[in-house]
């Protein structure tokens, strides 16, 4: 039984919460990128559908008055995904908590469940429990991607209140597993999942290549 296939009948014995990130201007877009349709179904959409698969139960993050009033409001307005990745920890009842991007619509399901073997296999380092499994390929760090213990909202916090608002100069600051794209690559993954939309021309090129 290949890797991936084992990935679907994985879960860990602690409940996991998923949270999609859809709270963000989209002011390179021109458009509301969690409202654009892909391939029959909107970003949104196909997040909250692949964060079902891998969580036990899934949140929005984003303003209520545009996604209703289930969804997780930044506690720190206008500080980019790190205000959304606060939030959610603060809100969350879960130790382990899956972040996603609303505008990842490459990415798998079975590539979360794989995060989350992770937690399983490497649950801490010489200096301590793991607060992130992060994925480093295709350029640098994956965070919007990733895997959180709800303490890294402490870290969070700190952060965004000296206003310090670059996710990935965190993880030198607390025990984090990096999972690198060799490992990724491995697992028979591709690179591709990481592909974000920011502009039109970004989106109208996945468009194409999802045919």
């Known amino acids: ?10 879960r860990t014995e602690l409940r996991i ?3 999609v990130l859809a709270g963000g201007k989209s002011s390179r877009m021109g458009a509301d990128k969690a409202a ?45 995904p790190l205000g959304g990745i606060h ?21 798998e ?7 989350l073997r992770q937690a399983e296999t490497q649950p801490r380092t010489e200096t301590g429990l793991l607060l992130a499994i992060v994925p480093r390929a295709a350029g640098g760090w994956q965070p ?3 895997l959180y213990r709800k303490p890294f909202a402490e870290v969070a916090q700190k952060a965004l209140r000296e206003k310090r608002y670059k996710i990935d100069s965190l993880f030198a600051e607390v025990p984090v597993h990096a999972v690198e794209e060799a490992e990724i690559l491995q697992a028979g993954f591709s690179l ?14 996945a468009q194409r290549r999802a045919k």
């Open 1 to 10: 039984m290949g890797l991936r296939t084992e990935n679907r009948e994985l």
């Open 17 to 19: 919460a998923a949270f």
């Open 36 to 80: 654009l349709k892909f391939h029959g179904a909107t970003l949104l959409e196909r997040a909250l559908g692949i964060a079902t698969l891998a969580a036990d139960e899934v949140h929005i993050c984003g303003p209520r008055g545009k996604f209703g009033p289930a969804a997780i409001e930044d506690i720190f307005p206008d500080c980019g």
């Open 87 to 107: 939030a959610a920890l603060r809100s969350s009842a879960s130790e382990l908590n899956l972040v996603l991007a609303v505008d990842l619509p490459f990415m």
């Open 109 to 115: 399901a079975d590539f979360l469940r794989f995060l």
């Open 144 to 146: 919007l991607c990733a």
């Open 192 to 205: 591709g999942m990481f592909d974000n939309l920011n502009t039109r021309e970004e989106f109208e090129l």
